[in-house]
């Protein structure tokens, strides 16, 4: 069972259509993908929808979109829509991935090797 209590129940494309108020994509400026972490910055509330409250309980460690979208249960493309009314009350934070260390150009790498071979 999900976190907010149901699970999605793929012949019900109506409690997803509620859950989203019947929107879908996010606005230009929020740019969610599969990998960037979400981080709560607020308690869930009482009288806040049940999956946004269920978004802030789960994310007080960084999870990515994908994530969040596995536990809950949902599609990603509910999550994103849930996200960035989180992101735009200020209750959550996106960060983007650590991104991968950049290796040194190979032709450097083998001059410090030739180099080193000459002492």
Known sequence: M??????????NPERLYVITRGRSGLSERTVLDLVTLIVSRAEPQPT??????????????????AEISAYLGLPMSVVTVLLADLLSD??????????????????????VMHGLQKL
């Open 90 to 111: 200020g209750r959550v934070e996106a960060r983007a991935p650590v991104p991968q260390a950049l290796l040194p150009d190979r032709a450097l790498i083998e001059a």
């Open 48 to 65: 806040m929808q049940p999956e946004h409250a269920a978004i802030l309980r789960i994310c007080h460690s960084p999870l990515s979109v």
């Open 2 to 11: 999900s976190p907010t209590g149901q699970e999605w129940d793929e012949g």
